[in-house]
Every structure is written in C-alpha cells, then in structure tokens.
C-alpha cells in the first residue's frame, strides 16, 4: 500500500539490506499491539455510526471518529509526514488528506473507515511481503556460523568468517559445510536440497565440489575452502536477491517513473473536480468535495506500484528454492524476448566426464593395446589420459614401466616399453607421422561422436581405444521442451564438427557450430542476435564466458562452471540439471502473466470508478474497501501464487544411467560384441532387452525412444552375458 519499506524507507521493491534482515527490530506499542489498537478503534468507529444514526448527534459522533483514527492511523500518517518532509507524495499522503478533507465536510465516520481499512490493507501487505524477506533470511541462515578447521596441532572450532581460503576443514557426519571447498579426503552422500532444489542426497568423493549449507551424510570428509565467508555461493545467491532491484525490469522501471507523475496529477485533477463546480456553481459544492476526495482514494498509485516487484520478487525467491540463482528480474522479463538458445556441448550438454568404449586392436591383443595406450597417457595430465587411466584401473589392466616420455603438446605421447618406442594420440598427429591409416573403422567412430585414440610403432597402426563423453540425461528433456515452446537451438563448441554433428542428431539440434574458438563463438552470437532475435547462451568454462556475456541472457552451469563463467552468466543452474531451464522459463511466463494480470485489473478497477465517482455513484468506504485495498490485495495474494508452482521434471540421477558393461558376450558362441549405445549413452537393461535410456529419461509417452536391442545371439539365440572385458 505505501511506497516506502518499513525497515529501510527506500523505494518499495521488498528488497532491504541483509543488515536490516538480521537485525531485530524495535517495534513501538502500536506496531507491537496492532491488532489491539484496530480492534479498539472499530469500537469507537461503530459508536460514531450509531450515534449519528439514532440520536443524529453529529459532533459527538464527529469526535468519536478523530479518536479511532488517532488509534489507526500512526503509521500512515508518520509515513505521509516522512514523504511530505522530502517534497514528496505517496499513497499514505493521499490518504491522509482524503481523510481530513472527510472530516472538514462532517463525514468523519467515512474518513474513518478509510483510514482504518487502509492501515488493515498495509498491515497485511506487509505481513505478506515479510514472507519474502523471511525466505532470504533463512537462507543467510543456512551456513553456519562456526567451522573445524584442521591444523598442525589438531582440529578447532573457530568461526567461519575466520576461514582463509585453501586452509582445510572438516565436516564430521551430519555437518553442514560452513564454506564452499573441494573434497581433500573421504566420501560420503550430501543432502544440497536447500541449495539446489535437489531431494535427493548427491554422492561427493575426492576433488568434487561442496557448498556451503550442504549437509554431510555419515562420512568423514576433509575439504579445501574454494571461497571464504562472503564468497559463497549462498552468500552470492543472498547478495543478488537482494540487490535484485538494481537490475530491475523495464515494467519496473516504467511503472516506477509513471507513479513520480501520477500522484501529483491526481491530486490537481481532484483539487479542479472540488473547486471548478463551485466557481461555476454546478451542483451542491459539498457533493462535489466529497467527490474529489474519494477520487484521491481510488487514484492512489498503490496497486499499480505493487504489481510488479510484488512478483518479481516472489520468482527470484521462488527461483532460488528451486536452484536457479537469477541476477536481477530484468532477465525475467527479458528471457520472454529469447529467440534462440545457445549451448556449450562439453560440461554443459554432456557431463564432462570422458569414457573409454572401444578397444579395436590390429595384431595384438585388446589386453595389450589397452596396457600400452594406458602406460604412455599415465605419464600425463591430459583429461583424455586421466579417462584411459581411471577406466584401465577398473578393469585391471596392468601399466607397463616407460622409459623417454615425450609429450607432444595439443597431438600425443611417445614413449618407451620393453625397448620399443609407442606413439599414441590423434589422427591428426598419427598423419602427420607418415601412419598407415585404417579410414572405415575410425571414420565410424568419429561418426558417433567419439575421439579415437591410436597407437602406433615405427609407422604401422597397432590399436584403437576411443572415448567419448556422455550426454547428460537431463539434455533431451531439455531441448525437447525448449522445441515445444517454439524455440530455435543450437550448439557452439570448440569440438570437432563430427562429435558436434552426433550430439545435435542426438538431441535434435538443427544449428550445430563446430572447431569454434571463443572469440568465433562470441562473433556467432552477435551474427545470430542480428538475423534471428536476442540469443541466450549456456555455458560451463572459461572459453564460454565471452559469449555468456555477449548474450541476452547467459546461463551458466553451477557446479561444472568455472569462477568467470558463474561471474559472467546472468543465470545459474545450481545443479547442472538442465530441466531447470525449462523451470525457469515456467516461472518467468507465470510471474510477466500475474504482472499483466496485476496491471490490467489495477487500471480497469480504478477507472472504472473514477467514472462512477464523477456521476456521485461512489461512497468513501468502497473508493477504499474496492478501488485501493481490494486491488492491492488483489495484486498481493495473486503474486504470491508463484510460490504454489512445482516442477513437472522429476529428479533424475546419473548414477541411475550408468552402465559398467562393454560386452555382450554368447556362451554357446564364445563370441564378443560391444555393448550398443544409442542416444549418446549407453543403452539401459530392461526386463529381457536392451532399451534406450531416454525412455527411461522421458517425461511424457511423446519423448520416448523406441530403440531396443533383444539379449539374444543372432546366430544361436542363447541369452547374451553383460561383461566388462573382452578376455
């Protein structure tokens, strides 16, 4: 109802500084016993009507009206006062000089209720937007205050702020952590639901990610701190709902500047409808006073002012529960505008974790192709390598002793075993060599979207390992709900044109930019913003920030991202769920929905009663109790349907999609195949058959993917095995 916040005084946008938020307030009695002084004052507002109705005792009643807007109106009229100090008119200023305006013709009683009804309507006003301001305070209260930090002498308690970064920490079970850090020791489930929206607790081992708030399952875990007290993800989510005013949308800023103007205009054109009529003596001067006047109460700005931050901050905290961190409602509003959506493959379309699937040897064995390949890449630091390493490991393959290493940047190793000089790497590298080439086989796995890995000795081809990263499974929900909101895709990726083609046929992608390097893919944005529309770009890494920042809106990755990605991006998925886009774009519908929704109702109300207050068919009591607290309220309790959404995307784990097979092997045959993959992934086992994971992904019959694979031999059909090696 008022323009001004109750703890700060600023403009109303339910944003108030964290310090405001912590501090308790000191309430004075009229706020402390509100509902007792309104209750009162009714009392004396029911004896002001009786006594003017049945003993027609107009001064007693007149009387009995000043007390019960004394005992109603403290806050409306110190707020009036305040705005009138700065040369300034508000809500509650109109309302105050409506009142003494009712009092001055001797309808008191109908001041009164004005005042009365009014102070209800912002105290419910302010009930209501305290939700908001409680959800951010919660959330300031997630982390806590104190941290075990591990030190030379042991372990102590110290408070969090204290913590310097790369100093190490522990979380003993049922901990939440304090900072944000990187798991130095231990495993153990963590339960992010506060932070990302996830219910289900995420298993976090070596080198993952921990924020602060998470809360440790019953591992003992020692982590690095990534960021210190004021660096956090949460206390970033905190700072950006809060100065989510400085990035206000253009509604706002409309709506904002439209309100500087419109009081005082509404306050000259009541002051012409009481005087004009008496200069020209038209009517009884009385009726046309009292016209004017009521027009001051339907005309107050205060619904209109409301109807937007009002939603605005219920999606950004909304938002917030659900994981998505949204850097100002300008982006609500501007996310509506978005023609086509950019994405990242690498971390961002796929998980960023590598795989090893094919092992083709030409003259030796798979044991030794795979021995060989995995020595030389456990030389180096290469994510492909550390992929080759980890998978050798699991199927315990043995490495071999190598002697002159070499590392031939961007293109391969070369090494020494048992006297005999390997080159592994790619095929660029191996033609650059002189190799013999073997064009069908890798030409099939480069179509697929896989990297071959090759090795080689004196000029002839020995083997192939090829790996390829899988899509996430979240990915296809995505872009399919994106296709049905009638959106143009893309992919823009530093990766070869094959692996870009594959994930685009994958996920059905019609725009697919491969070898981009970041400057390319910034100019493809700014090239598409000029022939399409505005773009959003989604993104993880540090070669995605210059087109994160070029486009209209960046999104960003929130545990897969780097520091400047998260930085640049406008929006970030605390979880790397995709389908959190898609419940972003839900929300920001619905909230630029109750907006207009706000604004029409707010407009039509009020106009619509000015008219009937012209034509003298409008009391006081209904100007306050319809055209001003009705329409706020209205505006209020419709905002807040936000927080009644809830995502249709079900919560989907990657472990669920992992599988650890590589072979289908028939006993009767003694024969091998490599286990089938489709979609990007590999296929998921499904009573007697093999089916395509998406099916499994899919969220609506519409999504499914037909593929399947029958577990039988082809040429006996004996029941196939599931095996992990070939041997």
């Not at 989510?244 to 005082?264: G, H």
């Not at 099939?444 to 990297?451: D, H, L």
């Not at 207009?596 to 619509?608: G, L, P, Y």
């Not at 009391?619 to 309220?633: E, H, N, P, R, Y």
Request: charged share 25%; aromatic share 8%.
């Amino acid at each position: 109802m008022s323009n001004s916040c109750q703890q700060c005084n600023d403009s109303k946008s339910m944003s108030c500084s964290i310090d405001s938020i912590n501090k308790q307030e000191n309430e004075g009695t009229f706020e402390k016993y509100f509902w007792y002084f309104i209750v009162i004052s009714a009392i004396f507002l029911f004896f002001s009507f009786y006594f003017e109705i049945s003993f027609e005792v107009i001064i007693v009643s007149q009387i009995f009206s000043l007390i019960s807007v004394a005992l109603s109106s403290k806050g409306v009229i110190e707020s009036a006062g305040r705005e009138i100090i700065k040369k300034r008119l508000n809500a509650n200023a109109l309302m105050v000089i409506a009142m003494i305006g009712a009092f001055i013709i001797q309808k008191g009683q109908e001041g009164a209720t004005a005042i009365l009804l009014y102070s209800i309507a912002e105290r419910l006003e302010d009930i209501t937007s305290d939700k908001s301001r409680e959800a951010i305070s919660k959330l300031i209260q997630l982390a806590p205050d104190k941290a075990l930090l591990k030190t030379k002498d042991g372990i102590r308690e110290i408070l969090a702020s204290e913590v310097k970064l790369n100093e190490i920490i522990v979380l003993k079970p049922g901990m939440k952590a304090p900072l944000d850090g990187v798991i130095f020791s231990g495993s153990s489930y963590f339960n992010q639901s506060a932070l990302t929206g996830e219910s289900i607790p995420v298993l976090k081992e070596k080198g993952d990610k921990i924020y602060a708030s998470s809360i440790n399952g019953d591992g003992y875990i020692e982590m690095w701190v990534t960021h210190t007290s004021e660096n956090t993800i949460l206390a970033k989510i905190v700072e950006n709902i809060e100065t989510a005013r400085l990035n206000k949308s253009n509604t706002e800023r409309f709506i904002e500047k439209f309100a500087n103007y419109y009081t005082p205009i509404i306050l000259l054109i009541s002051v012409l409808i009481m005087v004009f009529p008496i200069i020209f003596s038209i009517g009884q001067p009385i009726d046309w006073v009292y016209r004017g006047i009521i027009l001051l109460v339907i005309s107050c700005p205060c619904a209109l002012t409301l109807s937007t931050p009002l939603a605005m901050v219920a999606a950004l905290t909304k938002l917030s529960r659900e994981g998505i961190l949204v850097k100002g409602s300008k982006y609500i509003e501007e996310i509506t505008k978005i023609k086509v959506f950019g994405f990242d493959k690498t971390g961002t379309l796929t998980e960023g974790r590598l795989k090893v699937y094919d092992n083709i040897p030409f003259g030796i064995s798979e044991t030794k192709n795979f021995s060989i390949i995995a020595s030389l890449e456990s030389q180096s630091e290469h994510p492909i390598a550390q992929a080759i390493v980890l998978e050798a490991g699991n199927q315990k393959i043995p490495l071999l002793e190598v002697k002159n290493f070499e590392m031939i940047k961007g293109k391969g190793v070369r090494g020494q075993i048992n006297q005999k000089i390997y080159e592994v790497g790619s095929i660029k590298f191996f033609k650059e060599l002189g190799y013999e080439n073997s064009e069908t086989i890798i030409d099939e796995i480069t179509k697929v979207g896989k990297t071959p890995i090759l090795l080689g000795s004196n000029k002839k081809l020995l083997g192939i390992l090829s790996v390829r990263d899988s899509l996430r499974i979240s990915a296809p929900i995505l872009l399919k709900g994106l296709k049905k909101r009638n959106y143009e895709t893309m992919i823009l990726s530093g990766d070869t044109q094959n692996t870009v083609d594959s994930i685009g046929e994958c996920l059905s992608i019609n725009l697919r930019y491969g070898n981009l390097l970041p400057n390319q893919k910034l100019e493809k944005i700014k090239t598409l913003q000029k022939e399409i529309g505005p773009v959003s770009m989604v993104g993880d890494g540090i070669n995605d920030a210059p087109a994160i920042a070029t486009s209209n809106v960046g999104i960003a990755m929130g545990v897969s991202g780097s520091d400047i990605a998260l930085q640049t991006a406008d929006l970030v998925i605390m979880n790397d769920d995709l389908t959190k886009i898609l419940v972003f774009l839900d929300i920001a519908k619905k909230s630029n929905n109750i907006i207009k929704q706000n604004i029409i109702i707010s407009i039509t109300v009020k106009i619509s009663m000015a008219i009937l207050t012209i034509f003298g068919l409008m009391t006081l009591m209904l100007a306050v109790g319809i055209g001003d607290m009705g329409v706020s309220l209205f505006a209020l309790f419709n905002s807040l349907r936000l927080f009644r959404y809830k995502s249709k995307f079900q919560e989907l784990s990657e472990e669920d999609f992992d599988v650890s097979a590589k072979y289908l092997y028939c006993k009767k045959c003694k024969l091998y195949q490599t286990y089938p993959q489709h979609h990007g992934r590999e296929m998921i086992k499904s009573e007697e058959r093999l089916v395509c994971w998406q099916r499994l992904a899919a969220e609506i019959k519409e999504d499914e993917c037909s593929e399947e694979f029958e577990l039988k031999c082809q040429q006996c059909n004996e029941e196939l095995e599931m095996k992990l090696n070939a041997l």
